[in-house]
C-alpha cells in the first residue's frame, strides 16, 4: 500500500488548475479558470477549476472534486493509480506501507508480470515496424486489413517471428526472468525446451482501464486448418479474460462522453471503428459476455449497443448477454449489420458521417430485435409464438427497475397483440419460480425493497435533506467564524427585547443540534457532520483541505459540491454586466438560525403526523392529542419565530 506519507506529499505538491489543464483548455476567469466540459458537448463553459480551494466542479453534470477525483473521473483511474500518476509527474518517491514478507513476494511478483508483458509489447511492436521479416509479413498484413500507421502506433500492434525461441531468448538476454515469463504465458516451458507462444502471429495487446499491459491475442497468418486462428494469454495473476475488454482502455474517455458503449466480437471490429471516428466501441474478444465485463462498462455508461453481423447462428448464442446486460440495471440496444457485412467490413466502406448516422437510425430495443429475429419462423405456429413471448417476458424479468420492466411488457403487449394482464400474470409467476429457487439456496430469501406510499413522504424526506445539507454548507463555509447571535428564548421574544451573545458559528450548531438531539437522515451528510465535529473537538478548527482530499470519494465530492455553490455566478460574469452578489457572511446569523428552526420545524411535522397515526391504534387518545397540542403550539412559536404564517 502506498503510505500515508506518499499520499499527503502528492496532495501538497499537486496543483488542481496544472492537473486539470493537461485535458482541459481553461481560460482566465477572475481568480478561477473555466472550460468547456470534458464530460459533455456543450459551447458554452460550464466546468470551473478554483486554484484557491484546490476543487473544480463541472456544473453540466454536477461532478466535482480535487485532482485526484478528477483522474478518477477523467481517466478513470482507481485512487491508488491516480495517486501513483501525480506522483510521476511531480518527481515524488512512493513509500510503500510496511508489509509482510508474502505481501511484498506477491506484489514484487504482480509489477513483475506487468514488466514483462511491457517488455513484449515494445519488443513485438518493433518487430512490426523494423524488422525485415516483420514488416514484410505482419506489417503488410495490417496494411492490407487498411490500418493507417497512426492506427497502428496507437493500438501498439506487433509481430512475432518465424522461429520458435526469437522473443524468449531476447527477454532472458535482457534479464527478465523465465518464471515470470512463464506465468505470464509469453513463452511456453515444457521438459525438452522452451518456446514463444506468439511465433509467427500478429499481436494485439490487451490493456487494463488504466492502460497496463495484461495479455495478448494473436492471429496466425497460416492457412494450415489445424492451427488455431487466434490465440489469447492464458489466465495468469494479471489476466482474466472474463474480467477485460479489448478497447476499454482507448475507448472509456469516448464511451463516458458519449454516455454509450458500443460491443462488437473482434480486435479488427473495434480498431476500424475508432479508425473511422467512432471510439466508443468494445470489444468481448469472441468470449461470451461476462458479468465483470458488463459493469467493467457500467463503471462509464448505463448503456450498451451490441453490434451484430448477418450471421444469425452467432446472434442466436449472443442473445444470452441481453441478459446479462439487464440483470446489470443497464439499457441495452442491438443493432445488425446488413448481410455480408460486419462491423470491421461496414466501417471501411462507408464515410465516418455515414457510419455515424447508421449506427444512430439503425439501433434497436432488445424486444423488437428478438421479434425481428424470431418471429419469421415462429409466425404460423402458435406454440413456437407462445415461446417467443415468454422468451421476451423472461428477458424483462430480469430488469431491476419496476418502471421499466412495466413499459416493456406495454411494448410487448402492443407489438405481439396479447394482453398485457397476460404478460404481468406470466411475470408474476417467473419472479415466484426466482423466489422459490432462491429460498431453496438461501436460508433467508432476499427482502424486497420497501414502497413509497405517497409522494408527499418523499417530498418532506427531501425537505429535510435539503436543511441538513444547509447545515453541512454553513459550517463548512463559516463554522470557523465567530459572530454575534441574537438570543431567541421566549423570554426576550414576548419581550420584542434583542440581546446578543458571541459564538463560533460551529459550536453554535452543535449545541442547538445537541440540546434538540437530533440525527442526519442522510448517512454521507451524518458522517461529513461528525467528522466536521471531531475535528473542533480535538484542534477547535475545521479543516477543508482533509475533506477536499479525503480518501472517501462520495465525501470529498460532497464537499467540494457544496465549496463550488458560490462560483458558479463566475460563470457569467456577473460583475462586467454590473450584478453584485449580496455578501452572504453579514447574513451568517440569520442562516443558522433559520436552517436550525425549519429543521425542527420539519422533525416536529414527522412526529404530529406519527401521533395522528397513533391515535387510531391506541386507547389512550387524551395522552397522545395533550401531545400533539404541545407540538402544535410548538410549531406555532418556530413559525413566529420564522416570521411565517401558520
Known amino acids: 500500500m502506498i503510505s500515508r506519507n506518499t499520499i499527503d506529499r502528492v496532495f501538497e505538491a499537486a496543483r488542481v488548475e496544472e492537473v486539470i489543464g493537461e485535458f482541459v483548455q481553461l481560460k482566465k476567469a477572475g481568480s478561477n479558470f473555466k472550460g468547456l466540459s470534458p464530460f459533455s458537448d456543450e459551447k458554452s463553459p460550464s466546468f470551473m477549476v478554483s486554484p484557491v480551494k484546490q476543487i473544480w466542479k463541472d ?57 514483462v508483458s511491457e517488455f513484449a509489447r515494445d519488443y513485438y511492436h518493433d518487430i512490426l515496424l523494423n524488422h525485415p521479416k516483420g514488416k514484410a509479413i505482419g506489417l503488410s498484413y495490417f496494411k492490407e486489413r487498411g490500418f493507417t500507421d497512426e492506427t497502428i502506433k496507437k493500438f501498439e500492434l506487433g509481430y512475432g517471428l518465424d522461429d520458435w525461441s526469437a522473443f524468449t531468448d531476447e527477454a532472458l538476454k535482457k534479464g527478465y526472468e523465465l518464471d515470470f515469463l512463464e506465468k505470464t504465458g509469453l ?244 419472479f415466484k419460480k426466482t423466489q422459490r429457487e432462491a429460498s431453496k439456496s438461501s436460508t433467508q430469501a432476499r427482502p424486497t425493497a420497501p414502497v413509497l406510499e405517497k409522494t408527499s413522504q418523499l417530498e418532506k424526506v427531501n425537505e429535510l435533506e435539503k436543511y441538513e445539507r444547509e447545515i453541512i454548507k454553513i459550517l463548512l463555509l463559516y463554522g470557523n467564524k465567530s459572530t454575534d447571535f441574537i438570543d431567541v428564548s421566549d423570554e426576550t421574544i414576548d419581550a420584542k427585547k434583542k440581546e446578543f451573545y458571541t459564538n463560533l458559528v460551529a459550536k453554535e450548531i452543535y449545541l442547538e443540534l445537541q440540546e434538540d438531539e ?23 478548527n475545521i479543516s477543508i483541505d482533509a475533506f477536499i482530499n479525503h480518501q472517501n470519494v462520495e465525501i470529498a465530492t460532497l464537499v467540494t459540491n457544496i465549496l463550488m455553490d458560490d462560483e458558479k455566478y463566475a460563470l457569467s460574469d456577473w460583475k462586467r454586466r454590473d450584478i453584485f452578489v449580496k455578501d452572504v457572511e453579514l447574513e451568517i446569523p440569520k442562516m443558522v438560525t433559520d436552517t436550525i428552526f425549519n429543521l425542527r420545524r420539519i422533525l416536529i411535522d414527522q412526529k404530529i403526523s406519527s401521533l395522528s397515526k397513533d391515535i387510531k391504534i391506541e386507547d389512550n387518545n387524551d395522552t397522545i392529542l395533550s401531545e400533539i397540542i404541545d407540538y402544535t403550539n410548538l410549531k406555532k412559536k418556530l413559525f413566529t419565530q420564522l416570521n411565517r404564517v401558520i
Open 187 to 430: 513463452t511456453i516451458v515444457n521438459e525438452t525446451r522452451k518456446f514463444d507462444r506468439f511465433k509467427s502471429r500478429v499481436l494485439f495487446p490487451i490493456h487494463s482501464m488504466s492502460g497496463r499491459i495484461l495479455g495478448f491475442g494473436g492471429r496466425t497468418l497460416s492457412t494450415e486448418k489445424k492451427i488455431a486462428k487466434y490465440l489469447n494469454s492464458p489466465e495468469s495473476d494479471i489476466y482474466h479474460k472474463s474480467k477485460i475488454l479489448y478497447g476499454i482502455y482507448h475507448a472509456k474517455q469516448s464511451i463516458a462522453k458519449e454516455d454509450n458503449c458500443f460491443l462488437v466480437e473482434g480486435y479488427t471490429d473495434v480498431i476500424s471503428f475508432h479508425q473511422n471516428g467512432v471510439a466508443n466501441v468494445v470489444a468481448s474478444s469472441g468470449t461470451a459476455l461476462t458479468s465483470d465485463q458488463i459493469r467493467l462498462v457500467s463503471r462509464l455508461t448505463q448503456n450498451i449497443t451490441i453490434l451484430f453481423d448477418g450471421d444469425a447462428a452467432g446472434i442466436r448464442a449472443s442473445l444470452r448477454g441481453i441478459d446479462l446486460i439487464l440483470e446489470q440495471g443497464m439499457n441495452v440496444k442491438v443493432l445488425m449489420f446488413p448481410d455480408g457485412d460486419d462491423p470491421d467490413s461496414f466501417s471501411k466502406r462507408v464515410s465516418t458521417d455515414e457510419l455515424k448516422d447508421y449506427l444512430a437510425k439503425n439501433a434497436q430495443d432488445f424486444i423488437n430485435f428478438k421479434v425481428s429475429l424470431l418471429m419469421e419462423e415462429a409466425k404460423n405456429d402458435p406454440i413456437k409464438k407462445a415461446g417467443l413471448i415468454r422468451d421476451i417476458v423472461v428477458s424483462i424479468s430480469k430488469i431491476p427497475d419496476r418502471i421499466q420492466k412495466e413499459v416493456y411488457i406495454q411494448e410487448c403487449a402492443r407489438i405481439m397483440q396479447i394482453s398485457e394482464a397476460v404478460l404481468f400474470s406470466e411475470l408474476a409467476q417467473i
Open 518 to 540: 437530533m440525527e442526519f437522515s442522510n448517512e454521507l451528510f451524518r458522517k461529513v457532520y461528525y467528522n466536521i465535529i471531531n475535528q473542533l473537538n480535538q484542534e477547535e
Open 59 to 115: 456544473f453540466s453534470t454536477g461532478k466535482g472534486g480535487n485532482a485526484i477525483s478528477f483522474l478518477m473521473e477523467h481517466e478513470h483511474y482507481s485512487y491508488p493509480e491516480a495517486i501513483r500518476f501525480l506522483a510521476k509527474k511531480y518527481n515524488i518517491e512512493i513509500e510503500e506501507t510496511e508489509q509482510t514478507d508474502e505481501q511484498k513476494e506477491k506484489a514484487s511478483e504482480r509489477e513483475s508480470l506487468y514488466l
